[in-house]
């Protein structure tokens, strides 16, 4: 089995999260990656939803402010009720290291019901899977897309093609089962990789990302095909698609800043010299 973003720990702060390997940005040695960081976030929501009793509802918004390096070390993931009512739940979790916040996302759960009867357009992308069998790559739990290329390894990727990428899901803390949502919460995070990566690398990182939920996935791995891209004076804006064998179950947007002096080459996931 793929191993976990964090493991626990007991300390006088209460249950921290300890990063693993898994946990290890391209940015840096001591940087955590943002999906390990949505998926921490991710879980504290989902407890919380627990803890009030709240079964009745589903996740349909995700959005996540990376505004912090967050780094390999021990933090803590708390979730507060903002709003509650018959029909909704509204919760902010926040990501604490060496006592300040590094990141914060917002969750909206919302309560299923039948759909109205008239009829409303709906369409759009509707990108394929890879074929059933097809093996990832090992070391990055995901597959590359490109129109031009096919399914592969990132070297189909490092061009000014438009991306896709497919990635299955990481265990957020050892032994614990990853439910749908963190599967398509932590892995959104990956939307800057498919919006970004061009000819040079990764050369934006992004600052946030927000994800909008038809339904829950159905894993064990989801991807994000970009849609748009726009891109004016160091500032990339682009949105994708979220989907699983089943079709299209979400779409996601997110905003990034250039740092092309810190550029990473995805199929090392090392800082490019």
Same mark, same amino acid.
């Given at each position: 089995?793929?191993?976990?973003?964090?493991?626990?720990?007991?300390?006088?702060?209460?249950?921290?999260?300890?990063?693993?390997?898994?946990?290890?940005?391209?940015?840096?040695?001591?940087?955590?990656? @943002?999906? #390990?960081?949505?998926? $921490?976030?991710? +879980?504290?929501?989902?407890? /919380?939803?627990?803890?009030? &009793?709240? =079964? !009745?509802?589903?996740?349909?918004?995700?959005?996540?402010?990376?505004?912090?390096?967050?780094?390999?070390?021990?933090?803590?993931?708390?979730?507060?009720?903002?709003?509650?009512?018959?029909?909704?739940?509204?919760?902010?979790?926040?990501?604490?290291?060496?006592?300040?916040?590094?990141?914060?996302?917002?969750?909206?759960?919302?309560?299923?019901?039948?759909?109205?009867?008239?009829?409303?357009?709906?369409?759009?992308?509707?990108?394929?899977?890879?074929?059933? @069998?097809? #093996?990832?790559?090992? $070391?990055?739990? +995901?597959?590359?897309?490109? /129109?031009?290329?096919?399914? &592969?390894? =990132? !070297?189909?990727?490092?061009?000014?093609?438009?991306?896709?990428?497919?990635?299955?899901?990481?265990?957020?803390?050892?032994?614990?089962?990853?439910?749908?949502?963190?599967?398509?919460?932590?892995?959104?995070?990956?939307?800057?990789?498919?919006?970004?990566?061009?000819?040079?690398?990764?050369?934006?990182?992004?600052?946030?990302?927000?994800?909008?939920?038809?339904?829950?996935?159905?894993?064990?791995?989801?991807?994000?095909?970009?849609?748009?891209?726009?891109?004016?004076?160091?500032?990339?804006?682009?949105?994708?698609?979220?989907?699983?064998?089943?079709?299209?179950?979400?779409?996601?947007?997110?905003?990034?800043?250039?740092?092309?002096?810190?550029?990473?080459?995805?199929?090392?996931?090392?800082?490019?010299?």
């Amino acid at each position: 089995m793929t191993g976990a973003f964090f493991r626990t720990q007991h300390s006088g702060h209460g249950v921290e999260l300890v990063p693993q390997a898994e946990a290890a940005s391209g940015w840096g040695q001591e940087h955590m990656r @943002g999906l #390990a960081v949505s998926s $921490a976030l991710a +879980r504290a929501a989902e407890q /919380e939803i627990d803890t009030i &009793g709240r =079964a !009745d509802l589903v996740p349909v918004r995700w959005t996540l402010d990376l505004f912090r390096p967050a780094r390999l070390r021990p933090c803590t993931a708390s979730a507060a009720v903002v709003r509650q009512g018959k029909r909704l739940c509204l919760i902010d979790t926040v990501l604490e290291q060496d006592g300040r916040p590094v990141a914060r996302a917002s969750a909206l759960w919302l309560a299923p019901s039948q759909s109205p009867p008239g009829a409303v357009w709906s369409g759009g992308t509707q990108p394929e899977p890879p074929p059933p @069998g097809t #093996a990832l790559v090992e $070391a990055q739990h +995901r597959l590359y897309f490109t /129109e031009n290329t096919g399914w &592969g390894d =990132a !070297d189909r990727s490092t061009n000014e093609a438009r991306n896709t990428i497919w990635h299955e899901q990481i265990p957020v803390v050892e032994g614990e089962p990853t439910t749908p949502f963190q599967l398509a919460a932590g892995v959104a995070d990956v939307v800057n990789v498919a919006v970004n990566l061009g000819g040079n690398g990764l050369e934006f990182i992004n600052a946030d990302v927000s994800l909008a939920l038809g339904r829950l996935p159905v894993g064990p791995a989801v991807g994000f095909a970009t849609t748009q891209r726009i891109e004016e004076a160091g500032i990339s804006v682009g949105t994708a698609v979220a989907f699983d064998r089943g079709g299209v179950f979400g779409t996601a947007t997110l905003c990034a800043l250039a740092d092309p002096h810190r550029a990473v080459d995805v199929r090392s996931f090392r800082p490019i010299a």
